[in-house]
């Protein structure tokens, strides 16, 4: 039974004005694409009464993860003016202007900036906050999982010394919203079993407008009715579930008592809430590609255009006597001028930006005299009139200008043109900055500032398991920090699967190490949401084979999200996993450069041992970069010495390490390769060939200091092995250390590559060993190699 709410008319009067603002920015905004001043366009109308009910019962504190219809919702909160969003619309590269993404994400992408130019975190519990939107339907549903979940993290005594700047007792509420055919996605269905099983305080509204772009709801959703669907998952008084709602996407106070009581059930009780809005319209389709007169039929239109929720919210006004016909047109006509004007605004601000590049760019060029005893004729009049007679330049006309002038002035001295050549450099500094900047931290607390403390020992350490080198290393992080917690399948109660948490839950509790499902997308965006709030979540994926269960997430949200809100937004986490080598096709993954090419902006570490790996998560818990850390899964029960400085050494981040000097090849490896080679390179010593062995260790980033080149330089021969497909990683690394290392001319022998073969590993001993590389096999290359440069010394074997 829905409760009555208390709003006064000054407030309805206020919403409505705000309702026909964001419907005078949608047509607008349509209009600005059609006429080519911007690329495309996807709007929120016909969404705006729902929205504003949202917005009445969302806090200072509370977080939105949602999708690129809620702008009506961002303006009721204060967290968008109608100019920003306008200049979102242009792509206009500037934070000042566009803060949700600087011009880098398309329009109706919304943000807000919770951490400072320096990195620092701003205080969330004083702002309305929104982590960064994405395109890709359904994705935000994992990282509101992680963003609830940080709050029952908060509420729990074993975090309450955490929540300064973060959180009130727990108390915060995150918001959700999906258009209703994205409830079709996979994530949304994990996410909301996820969200049932751990009752954490997410209300999840869905924007139900009956088609997919063309597709009815009828194509998309058992029984045309995604409420009717999650019946089942509908909390009753013996068991917990989500308190469901469902209300109708015209009816304003029926909306607003909706969500004030759905709201505050999810606030009091923590648990999660559903609401279902249904009877909502798309006036304008689903955006500026195509249509819907296409595919609506003409009841549908005709039904789309009674059930408007902007008229239908006026003419309960009118019956209400809340306002006139007059005064509520007054409201619509003062809409439209205060959008225009932003809109107009929005556009001459980036107008002037770019004007003002292109003056500076004609005032170089017109100072230019064209030497006489140039050769050919002077062309730069012509080039000068093509960019000043553009009317809206770019700066990729004024680019492209000043590229094709200097091709033009290329025999010309250095003196008669050193003005356009400074500006030319300035411009492409400036443009990486607007375009490509942020993609990993460049705060105090980057990765690759943190310094290296490599192992110490003991005289005569205790040989040990290197899973116990790893357990006391998490055991160390647990201890020191309290915002850590870890969470993956099997990770608790027995430890995970190899025993590198053995033992911890007891001590630390199942909230610091947690058991999970079988959900590996819903567990990154369990850590991504949880990172977003200030904790440093390490999420387990149990096997490297089943990574891409999670990679859309990884990819798509968490290793764009600094460089797509152009540094205003951080999640830094860690995810474990165990790969290379064991046994059979979904056990032994090393599909490595499918991954690396997928995540940049996650830093992707390949330790060949779990001393290694422990210096490598004491590295990343310190700062405030991501890393995708692989354990070798051959590993675990391997003997290694115990540092005794476990809890606080760390390996630096792109570093490589020499494992065995050499004079004839540079092998270059990680992982569990490593043994693999050293091993070859035992047998080539007895052979006569010296093999400088090279374990990268890091392959994003890979060798800052161009340290392989070096070994290069000495040997004049360089062989790149892993466990990667033929042209993976293999030809990754030869990229880095021959094109970007300028590796080409040490060359005396061409480069060698030895990987899998270009299928998973059979099952067995037998199927390892055919199937990935093995020491027979490096060694007969590597020979083979030498047999090419000194055929008498090294006679074919073969």
Known sequence: MLQPVSITPTEVLNDYRIACESRAASLLARKEVFAGKAKFGIFGDGKEVAQLAMAKYFQAGDWRSGYYRDQTFMVAIGALTWQQYFAQLYAHASIEADPASGGRMMNS??????????????????????????????????????????????????????????????????????????????????TINAGGVLQVPMCISIWDDGYGISVPQSYH?????????????????????????????????????????????????????????????????????????????????RWEKAYDCLPKMAAWMVTSGIATQ????????????????????????????NHQERQALLTLLNDIVWPKEAAGDNALPTIMDAV????????????????????????????????????????????????????????????????????????????????????????????RDGRVFAIGQDLGKIGDVNQGFAGLQALYGPLRVTDSSIRECTMIGQGIGAAMRGLRPIVEIQYLDYLPYALQIIEDDLATLHYRTKGGQKAPMIIRTRGHRLEGIWHAGSYISSIMHAIRGIYLLVPRNMT???????????????????????????????????????????????????????????????????????????????????????????????????????????????????????????????????????????????????????????????????????????????????????????
């Not at 982590?131 to 609830?148: F, H, I, K, V």
């Not at 007059?326 to 619509?332: E, G, N, V």
């Not at 225009?340 to 107008?351: D, E, S």
């Not at 043109?417 to 942020?438: P, V």
């Open 221 to 301: 959703t058992t029984k045309g009715d995604i409420s009717a669907v999650l019946a089942g998952f509908k909390r009753t008084k013996r068991q917990p579930g989500y308190a469901i709602f469902v209300a109708k996407g015209w009816d304003y106070l029926e909306l607003c008592s909706t969500y004030q009581q759905a709201v505050a059930i999810c606030r009091t009780e923590h648990v999660p809430v559903l609401i279902h809005v249904k009877e909502l319209t798309q006036p304008q389709g689903h955006s500026t590609s195509g249509s819907h007169e296409r595919y609506k039929s003409v009841e549908r239109l």
């Open 612 to 798: 290694q790996a422990a210096g490598f998560y004491n590295t990343m818990i310190q700062s405030d970069d991501i890393a995708l850390i692989i354990e070798c899964l051959n590993g675990y029960r391997l003997k290694e010495p115990m540092p005794s400085n476990v809890a606080t050494m760390t390996i630096p981040i792109g570093v490589p390490e020499l494992l065995r000097l050499g004079n004839d090849v540079t092998i270059v490896t990680y992982g569990a390769m490593c043994g693999i080679v050293c091993a070859a390179a035992d047998k080539l010593t007895a052979l006569g060939i010296t093999c400088e062995v090279i374990d990268v260790q890091t392959l994003l980033p890979f060798d800052v200091h161009h340290s392989i080149v070096k070994s290069l330089a000495k040997t004049n021969r360089i062989v790149f092995a892993d466990e990667d497909v033929p042209g993976g990683t293999t030809a990754y690394m030869m990229q880095q250390v021959l094109e970007v290392q300028h590796g080409y001319a040490m060359l005396d022998a061409p480069p060698m590559t030895i990987s899998s073969q270009p299928h998973r590993p059979a099952y067995g001993d037998d199927g390892n060993y055919f199937s990935k590389p093995n020491i027979e096999e490096v060694v007969g290359k590597i020979y083979m190699m030498m047999h090419q440069v000194d055929p008498l010394r090294y006679p074919a074997i073969f």
């Open 326 to 353: 007059d005064k509520l047109k007054q409201i619509a006509l003062e809409a439209d001028e205060k959008v225009k004007l932003a809109q107009q605004k929005a556009w001459q601000a980036l107008i002037d930006e």
């Open 109 to 190: 992408h919304f943000a807000t900036r919770f951490i400072d130019p320096a990195g620092n975190w701003l205080n969330q519990l004083s702002s309305k906050n929104v982590s960064a939107d994405l395109s890709c339907t359904g994705a935000q549903m994992p990282r509101l999982l992680g963003l609830a979940y940080a709050s029952k993290l908060y509420r729990a005594t074993a975090f309450q010394g955490m929540q300064k700047k973060f959180s009130n007792q727990g108390n915060e509420v995150a918001f959700g919203t999906i258009g209703d055919a994205s409830t079709s996605e996979g994530m949304f269905f994990e």
């Open 388 to 479: 000043a007679t553009l009317p809206h330049p770019r700066h990729l006309d004024t680019t492209q200008a000043a590229t094709q002038a200097l091709y033009t002035l290329r025999e010309v001295p250095y003196m008669h043109k050193k003005g356009i050549l400074a500006w030319w450099h300035k411009n492409r500094r400036d443009n990486e900055k607007r375009f490509s900047s942020h993609l990993y931290s460049s705060s105090r607390y980057a990765a690759l500032g943190v310094q290296g403390h490599p192992p110490t020992y003991i005289e005569n350490p205790e040989q040990v398991d290197g899973r116990a080198i790893l357990s006391s290393c998490f055991k160390a992080l647990l201890e």
